[in-house]
């Protein structure tokens, strides 16, 4: 092992030793300030997911949520030097790791802050206006769409939508019935601010397929065979007013 | 159990797509109404939307109030005419005023 691998290991892993080689002060041991260092590494990383999952982190207390993210920072340190992309893999962790189970919908709550933040980060990409739309309407049966860069769905068994939005503006003492169903997200930022919109039955498996290049027939067959309410008008209709449609053309 | 694909006709899509239409133009609002705009030098510590520039990186960086090089999103129009303390007001670029100290 080469000296920046070994130096590197023994930065993430608390009980590895400090490489020999590594002086303090005097030619004496490093130790006590190579665990400063360690901690420098650790905190900050810890702060780059409280600072992406703010709401997750409300929903379960900093210091639970904290102690979570060091956990994981152990295990998976970043694999880029671009923090932005680091936390993909927090939610399914979260998922996996036992004191979270109290908490069920916690890991679908991160899924969705995740969505958020990559619909933040994504392409900029302009809306077809509606004159563009309906000067399509006639050939749609033939019609690929392509949507929006910054598009995420995020699907849950649990009301995450609600959850989310209650939490992210304190609400968790307001009088609410919270939906028995679980609610399907799509997150979308059409120009500077990022939405999060409900789903209606089936509109996550529709929009999927378009995503996935089907063509609007194909895809509202996919969806209505899951969904038998599914709604193809206010689906379309729904994707036409947030924004999400970019691009229409006849399929390959 | 057997599995079954619905198929939806082109017909049934062409006429869908052209209610959806018809739903969207009539709900959508008057133009303009709902624009918003950057607005510098408006937002409290801390509350800002976001931007670039020493003493702010991104969005909730702000230091102090009314800082201004970081912006927040405002109803279009009203950035300039926005009462603030002591004769501030709000600027669609950045200001020279209340840097947080470098």
């Given at each position: ?17 400090v490489p020999e ?161 679980g609610e399907d ?66 399929s390959a | 159990m ?101």
């Amino acid at each position: 092992m080469d000296n920046e691998a070994a130096f590197a290991r023994a930065l993430l892993d608390a009980e590895a030793a400090v490489p020999e080689w590594i002086e303090g002060r005097d030619g004496g041991g490093a130790e006590r300030r190579f665990s400063v260092y360690r901690n420098n590494v650790y905190a900050s990383l810890v702060d780059v997911l409280a600072g992406r999952f703010p709401v997750s982190a409300k929903l379960v207390g900093d210091v639970f949520f904290r102690a979570m993210a060091r956990i994981y920072v152990a295990k998976t340190p970043p694999d880029s030097a671009v923090l932005l992309r680091y936390g993909g893999g927090f939610a399914d962790f979260v998922a996996g790791f036992p004191p979270a189970t109290p908490v069920p919908y916690l890991a679908d709550v991160m899924r969705l802050e995740w969505a958020w933040h990559g619909a933040y980060h994504s392409a900029d990409a302009e809306p077809l206006p509606q004159e563009a739309l309906a000067a399509f309407g006639p050939r749609a049966e033939r019609l690929a769409l392509t949507l929006h860069p910054s598009l995420r769905l995020v699907r849950s068994d649990y009301p995450v939508v609600t959850i989310w939005e209650l939490a992210a503006r304190d609400g968790e003492d307001e009088p609410v019935r919270l939906p028995a169903e679980g609610e399907d997200a799509l997150v979308l930022r059409p120009a500077l601010e990022v939405e999060v919109r409900r789903l209606p039955e089936g509109g996550a498996v529709f929009i999927q397929a378009l995503q996935d290049g089907a063509t609007l027939p194909e895809a509202a067959a996919r969806a209505s065979s899951s969904s038998p309410t599914f709604d193809l008008v206010a689906s379309l209709a729904g994707l036409m007013r947030s924004g999400a449609i970019v691009g229409m053309g006849e399929s390959a | 159990m057997t599995y079954q694909t619905k198929t939806i006709s082109g017909v049934a899509v062409v006429s869908a797509f052209a209610a959806a239409l018809s739903i969207v133009a009539f709900a959508a609002p008057a133009a303009a109404e709902d624009e918003q705009e950057k607005c510098y030098g408006v937002a409290k510590a801390g509350e800002n939307d976001c931007a670039a520039g020493p003493g702010t990186t991104c969005a909730g960086t702000s230091k102090i109030d009314y800082q201004g090089n970081s912006w927040k999103l405002v109803p279009k129009g009203s950035c300039e005419t926005m009462e603030l303390p002591d004769g501030r007001n709000g600027s669609p670029t950045a200001l020279e005023r209340d840097r947080p100290p470098a």
